[in-house]
Protein backbone atom coordinates (compact mmCIF):
# COMPACT_ATOMS: atom_id res chain seq x y z
CA UNK A 1 0.00 0.00 0.00
CA UNK A 2 2.96 2.34 0.65
CA UNK A 3 5.07 1.63 -1.71
CA UNK A 4 2.98 2.02 -5.34
CA UNK A 5 5.85 0.76 -7.61
CA UNK A 6 7.06 -2.27 -5.89
CA UNK A 7 6.24 -5.42 -7.98
CA UNK A 8 4.90 -8.54 -5.96
CA UNK A 9 6.19 -11.53 -7.17
CA UNK A 10 5.13 -14.10 -4.62
CA UNK A 11 5.70 -16.74 -2.60
CA UNK A 12 9.77 -16.89 -2.52
CA UNK A 13 9.26 -20.56 -3.70
CA UNK A 14 7.61 -19.29 -6.84
CA UNK A 15 10.14 -16.32 -7.43
CA UNK A 16 12.98 -19.51 -7.21
CA UNK A 17 10.94 -21.05 -9.67
CA UNK A 18 11.11 -18.48 -11.87
CA UNK A 19 13.97 -16.95 -10.91
CA UNK A 20 15.18 -17.17 -14.99
CA UNK A 21 12.26 -14.51 -16.02
CA UNK A 22 14.00 -11.73 -13.30
CA UNK A 23 16.13 -9.22 -14.84
CA UNK A 24 19.82 -8.81 -12.83
CA UNK A 25 19.40 -7.28 -9.08
CA UNK A 26 21.99 -4.84 -7.40
CA UNK A 27 20.96 -5.69 -4.29
CA UNK A 28 18.43 -8.13 -2.22
CA UNK A 29 17.62 -7.78 1.36
CA UNK A 30 15.55 -10.12 3.35
CA UNK A 31 14.80 -11.53 6.59
CA UNK A 32 13.90 -15.18 8.02
CA UNK A 33 11.96 -15.42 11.19
CA UNK A 34 13.78 -15.04 13.96
CA UNK A 35 11.40 -17.30 16.26
CA UNK A 36 13.51 -20.43 15.63
CA UNK A 37 16.58 -18.59 16.54
CA UNK A 38 15.54 -16.26 19.25
CA UNK A 39 17.00 -16.60 23.07
CA UNK A 40 13.17 -16.66 24.00
CA UNK A 41 12.05 -19.42 21.40
CA UNK A 42 12.57 -23.34 21.33
CA UNK A 43 15.61 -22.41 19.36
CA UNK A 44 15.75 -25.11 16.43
CA UNK A 45 18.45 -22.89 14.77
CA UNK A 46 18.41 -23.57 10.85
CA UNK A 47 16.88 -27.00 11.76
CA UNK A 48 13.43 -25.23 12.23
CA UNK A 49 11.35 -24.85 8.97
CA UNK A 50 11.44 -20.92 9.32
CA UNK A 51 14.77 -20.26 9.69
CA UNK A 52 15.30 -22.08 6.34
CA UNK A 53 14.04 -19.45 4.00
CA UNK A 54 17.75 -17.70 4.31
CA UNK A 55 18.84 -20.81 2.23
CA UNK A 56 15.89 -19.99 -0.47
CA UNK A 57 16.89 -16.00 -0.27
CA UNK A 58 20.95 -17.66 -0.62
CA UNK A 59 19.45 -19.77 -4.00
CA UNK A 60 18.54 -16.26 -5.17
CA UNK A 61 21.46 -14.20 -4.48
CA UNK A 62 23.94 -17.12 -6.15
CA UNK A 63 21.69 -17.35 -9.24
CA UNK A 64 21.10 -13.30 -9.55
CA UNK A 65 24.59 -12.49 -8.24
CA UNK A 66 23.93 -8.70 -6.52
CA UNK A 67 26.46 -6.42 -5.79
CA UNK A 68 25.56 -6.19 -2.58
CA UNK A 69 22.94 -8.20 -0.16
CA UNK A 70 21.27 -7.30 3.37
CA UNK A 71 19.72 -9.05 6.15
CA UNK A 72 19.06 -8.76 9.64
CA UNK A 73 17.99 -10.96 12.38
CA UNK A 74 17.68 -11.33 16.37
CA UNK A 75 21.14 -10.88 18.77
CA UNK A 76 20.27 -15.11 19.35
CA UNK A 77 21.62 -16.04 15.51
CA UNK A 78 25.09 -15.15 17.15
CA UNK A 79 24.97 -17.74 19.80
CA UNK A 80 21.88 -20.20 18.36
CA UNK A 81 23.50 -24.47 18.77
CA UNK A 82 26.25 -22.71 20.33
CA UNK A 83 27.33 -20.94 17.48
CA UNK A 84 27.18 -23.47 14.71
CA UNK A 85 23.78 -21.66 12.77
CA UNK A 86 26.13 -18.26 12.42
CA UNK A 87 28.91 -20.58 11.12
CA UNK A 88 26.92 -22.25 9.01
CA UNK A 89 25.49 -19.20 7.58
CA UNK A 90 29.34 -18.05 7.17
CA UNK A 91 30.28 -21.11 5.29
CA UNK A 92 27.07 -20.96 3.27
CA UNK A 93 28.12 -17.13 1.71
CA UNK A 94 30.95 -18.05 1.32
CA UNK A 95 30.30 -21.21 -0.78
CA UNK A 96 28.64 -18.73 -3.16
CA UNK A 97 31.76 -16.77 -3.27
CA UNK A 98 30.24 -13.85 -1.25
CA UNK A 99 32.02 -12.23 1.45
CA UNK A 100 30.57 -10.18 4.35
CA UNK A 101 30.58 -7.95 7.48
CA UNK A 102 28.10 -7.73 10.26
CA UNK A 103 27.26 -5.22 13.34
CA UNK A 104 25.00 -6.00 16.30
CA UNK A 105 23.07 -2.58 16.06
CA UNK A 106 20.66 -1.26 18.49
CA UNK A 107 18.15 1.32 17.42
CA UNK A 108 18.80 3.05 20.95
CA UNK A 109 21.46 4.83 18.98
CA UNK A 110 18.29 6.31 16.83
CA UNK A 111 15.14 6.00 18.42
CA UNK A 112 14.29 5.25 22.31
CA UNK A 113 13.58 1.56 21.80
CA UNK A 114 16.33 -1.15 23.53
CA UNK A 115 16.25 -3.58 20.03
CA UNK A 116 19.24 -5.60 19.57
CA UNK A 117 19.90 -6.38 15.84
CA UNK A 118 22.44 -8.26 13.81
CA UNK A 119 22.83 -6.62 10.39
CA UNK A 120 24.67 -8.36 7.67
CA UNK A 121 25.78 -7.16 4.35
CA UNK A 122 27.50 -9.58 1.58
CA UNK A 123 29.74 -8.25 -1.25
CA UNK A 124 30.96 -10.63 -4.12
CA UNK A 125 34.94 -11.56 -3.35
CA UNK A 126 37.62 -9.96 -4.84
CA UNK A 127 35.81 -7.10 -5.28
CA UNK A 128 37.22 -3.95 -3.34
CA UNK A 129 36.14 -4.47 0.79
CA UNK A 130 33.26 -1.63 1.49
CA UNK A 131 33.64 0.11 4.97
CA UNK A 132 30.05 -0.83 6.28
CA UNK A 133 30.76 -1.12 9.30
CA UNK A 134 31.16 -0.29 12.00
CA UNK A 135 28.32 2.38 12.07
CA UNK A 136 27.64 4.94 15.23
CA UNK A 137 30.12 4.76 18.43
CA UNK A 138 33.00 2.97 18.53
CA UNK A 139 33.55 -0.34 19.42
CA UNK A 140 35.04 0.16 22.92
CA UNK A 141 32.27 2.76 23.24
CA UNK A 142 29.50 0.51 22.83
CA UNK A 143 30.76 -2.34 25.28
CA UNK A 144 30.75 0.83 27.79
CA UNK A 145 26.83 1.22 26.56
CA UNK A 146 25.74 -2.33 26.21
CA UNK A 147 27.07 -3.16 29.54
CA UNK A 148 23.78 -4.25 32.01
CA UNK A 149 22.56 -1.31 33.94
CA UNK A 150 18.99 -0.61 35.82
CA UNK A 151 15.94 -0.76 33.79
CA UNK A 152 15.77 3.02 32.30
CA UNK A 153 12.46 4.58 31.54
CA UNK A 154 14.55 6.75 28.56
CA UNK A 155 13.83 3.35 26.46
CA UNK A 156 10.95 0.99 25.50
CA UNK A 157 11.57 -2.41 25.47
CA UNK A 158 11.86 -4.32 22.39
CA UNK A 159 8.33 -4.03 20.29
CA UNK A 160 7.41 -7.96 19.54
CA UNK A 161 4.89 -8.74 17.50
CA UNK A 162 2.70 -10.05 20.50
CA UNK A 163 1.62 -6.46 19.96
CA UNK A 164 2.37 -3.68 22.48
CA UNK A 165 -1.56 -3.53 22.76
CA UNK A 166 -1.75 -6.36 24.39
CA UNK A 167 -1.79 -7.30 27.81
CA UNK A 168 0.78 -9.73 28.79
CA UNK A 169 3.88 -10.95 30.66
CA UNK A 170 7.05 -8.53 30.22
CA UNK A 171 4.82 -6.08 28.18
CA UNK A 172 6.00 -2.81 28.16
CA UNK A 173 3.67 -0.52 30.32
CA UNK A 174 3.39 3.82 29.87
CA UNK A 175 2.70 5.35 33.42
CA UNK A 176 1.69 9.26 32.67
CA UNK A 177 0.36 11.43 35.68
CA UNK A 178 -0.16 8.16 37.58
CA UNK A 179 -2.06 6.15 35.00
CA UNK A 180 -1.37 3.01 33.44
CA UNK A 181 -1.78 2.22 29.81
CA UNK A 182 -0.21 0.48 26.46
CA UNK A 183 1.81 2.12 23.84
CA UNK A 184 -0.42 3.35 21.02
CA UNK A 185 -0.37 2.31 17.52
CA UNK A 186 1.11 5.49 16.47
CA UNK A 187 3.83 5.66 19.67
CA UNK A 188 5.04 1.80 17.95
CA UNK A 189 5.23 3.47 14.84
CA UNK A 190 7.64 5.93 16.07
CA UNK A 191 9.76 3.54 17.86
CA UNK A 192 10.27 2.44 14.87
CA UNK A 193 11.35 5.10 12.73
CA UNK A 194 8.19 5.37 10.42
CA UNK A 195 6.11 8.16 9.64
CA UNK A 196 2.64 8.42 11.50
CA UNK A 197 -0.08 6.46 10.62
CA UNK A 198 1.90 4.12 8.18
CA UNK A 199 0.02 1.02 8.99
CA UNK A 200 -2.98 1.70 8.72
CA UNK A 201 -5.52 -0.22 7.01
CA UNK A 202 -5.28 -2.88 8.87
CA UNK A 203 -6.98 -3.95 12.60
CA UNK A 204 -5.24 -2.74 15.05
CA UNK A 205 -4.36 -5.88 16.47
CA UNK A 206 -1.88 -6.18 13.34
CA UNK A 207 -0.66 -2.79 13.27
CA UNK A 208 1.26 -4.10 16.89
CA UNK A 209 2.29 -7.35 14.99
CA UNK A 210 3.60 -5.28 11.60
CA UNK A 211 5.44 -2.78 14.26
CA UNK A 212 6.99 -5.71 16.00
CA UNK A 213 8.01 -7.67 13.12
CA UNK A 214 9.63 -4.87 11.36
CA UNK A 215 13.16 -3.60 11.37
CA UNK A 216 13.96 -0.05 12.86
CA UNK A 217 13.93 2.42 9.73
CA UNK A 218 16.60 4.91 10.72
CA UNK A 219 18.69 1.87 11.55
CA UNK A 220 18.51 0.42 7.93
CA UNK A 221 18.91 3.76 6.45
CA UNK A 222 21.80 4.09 8.10
CA UNK A 223 23.37 0.57 7.06
CA UNK A 224 21.94 1.86 3.19
CA UNK A 225 23.80 5.36 3.41
CA UNK A 226 26.59 3.61 3.97
CA UNK A 227 26.14 0.90 0.61
CA UNK A 228 25.42 3.87 -1.67
CA UNK A 229 28.90 5.12 -1.48
CA UNK A 230 29.80 1.77 -3.25
CA UNK A 231 27.53 1.76 -5.69
Not at 19 to 29: A, L, S, T
Not at 108 to 133: A, D, S
Not at 158 to 175: I, V
Not at 179 to 204: H, I, M, S, Y
Amino acid sequence: RNFKDAEELGPVGDVLRKINEIPRIDIVNFGFPCQDLAQGGKRRGFEGSRSSLFFEAIEIIRSKRPKFFIFENVKGFFTSNRGEDFTIALRTIADIGYDGQWQLLNTRKFLPQHRERVYFVGYPRGECKPGIFPIGRSATEDQQMEKPTKPSSQYARTLTARGAGEYHSGMQLLKINGKVRVFTEKECERLQGFPDNWTEGVPKKQRYKQCGNAVSVPVVQAVMEKIKCHL
